[in-house]
């Protein structure tokens, strides 16, 4: 089968999209991937993909192809420029695109634009269309501070309805997404569930701590806006007299430098920035940790979502504490891999920290819930199944 992938973001940057269309290739299909310049966390173009460079590339066995956009820079202008650029050069570039494949796949994280040029491919050529969803809109629009009811809302999620209609499947990541493309997008058609896998790399990471007194606890992702790493912060700020206890947040994003400050300005002396770090690095630290820190803002439509570290801190066997509501609440509570609290509750946050500290004894059982929860639900295996059974009914 000869499959053609949209997403504006692809290797090196790292996202999910990357190893699904790795192990596509792996597994024998022909996977094409129009996506744009790199440019995630940083905000600007890397230097060996501008003036031109790099935009036919093979990776892993996938055909890459590239379109120029602009980078993300560091706020909401540039931001929405970026995204308006991918779905315009994207689009272009879908009407000079050799059109040999048998099925389109728009991996829809942020904006659902990205799906605009699949949505023209899927017009020139007659391909089936499969919206493989990860960020709900307009709802991440809504999360990231635009009114709902204003003028420009009820124009997002119009754009968005017609978007997502025009698929001919909808796959999503998350259980709890289902009831927002019904009751809020008013799209009743039958939805297919697809969480993702981590990447093999953190199946693979030595749990052996050796002896160490001191509990640490580790954010890894994105620091944005919805990310909400200040409860992070302020639950810190609680524990300051434990001096056992220490906090590392690894990754970038627009709110690192903002909650940085705050850190300085609380004098949390018990976290560490590390910023942004590639994927090989990324083992040290889920190695380091006693357990793993997941926060969301506490916004009704965001909480549908199931953040993709969930995924990655369960296959490396991690316990997970959780600062945030709905999908991933209810993925920590059934697996008891951890202990949540309610999202931007930082003393509730201080209050099962403290609790899983003192808790030593109850830290392998927390190990065992989550690589077991994971293989069950998780897994790169069931992954492949799931996603050849939609694949199927097209090819």
């Not at 973001?9 to 790199?38: D, I, K």
């Not at 202008?77 to 570039?93: C, E, G, K, R």
């Not at 506490?298 to 369960?314: C, E, G, I, R």
Request: hydrophobic residues 40%; charged residues 25%.
């Amino acid at each position: 089968m000869k499959v053609l992938v949209v997403c504006q973001y692809f290797y090196p940057e790292q996202f999910r999209v990357n190893e699904m269309c790795f192990e596509m290739a792996r597994s024998g299909t022909e996977v094409t991937v129009l996506t744009g310049l790199p440019n995630y966390p940083g905000g600007i173009i890397h230097s060996e993909y501008r003036r031109f460079k790099r935009r036919n590339e093979k990776i892993h066995g996938v055909t890459v192809k590239r379109v120029p956009i602009l980078g993300r820079g560091r706020n909401r202008i540039t931001l929405s420029l970026n995204y308006l650029s991918f779905a315009i050069s994207a689009s272009i570039q879908s009407l000079f695109l050799r059109k040999k494949f048998d099925v389109i796949i728009v991996y829809q994280l942020s904006p659902v634009t990205m799906a605009l040029p699949g949505i023209i491919l899927k017009r020139l050529t007659g391909k089936p269309l499969i919206l493989y969803c990860h960020d709900l809109w307009p709802a991440s629009a809504s999360a990231g501070g635009i009114e709902e009811g204003g003028i420009l809302y009820r124009f997002l999620l119009t754009m968005s309805r017609w978007l997502y209609r025009k698929s001919d499947e909808i796959i999503i990541s998350s259980k709890q997404f289902e009831h927002y493309f019904r009751h809020v997008l008013g799209i009743e058609r039958k939805l297919a569930y697809l969480p993702v896998f981590a990447e093999s790399i953190f199946e693979e990471i030595n749990l052996d701590k050796g002896n160490c007194e001191e509990t640490h606890f580790v954010f890894a992702g994105n620091i944005g806006e919805m990310q909400s790493v200040e409860t992070i912060l302020y639950a810190a700020k609680e524990l300051i007299d434990e001096n056992r206890i220490h906090f590392h947040i690894v990754g970038s994003g627009t709110s690192r430098k903002k909650c940085q400050q705050l850190a300085e300005d609380l004098g949390v002396v018990n976290v560490t920035f590390y910023g942004h770090l590639s994927l090989d690095e990324l083992p040290f630290f889920y190695k380091m940790a006693d357990a793993m820190i997941v926060t969301l803002k506490a916004n009704h439509s965001l909480s549908y979502t199931l953040p993709n570290k969930v995924q990655s801190y369960m296959a490396a066997s991690k316990p997970i504490l959780g600062a945030i509501n709905g999908e991933t609440r209810r993925v920590i509570e059934e697996s008891g891999c951890g202990y949540c609290t309610a999202a931007e509750d930082y003393k509730g946050l201080a209050s099962i920290i403290r609790k899983f500290a003192s808790e030593n004894n109850r830290h392998e059982h927390f190990r065992q819930r989550a690589r077991s929860y994971y293989d069950n639900h998780f897994s790169k295996t069931l992954f492949i199944k799931r996603l050849n059974k939609v694949m199927q009914k097209y090819g």
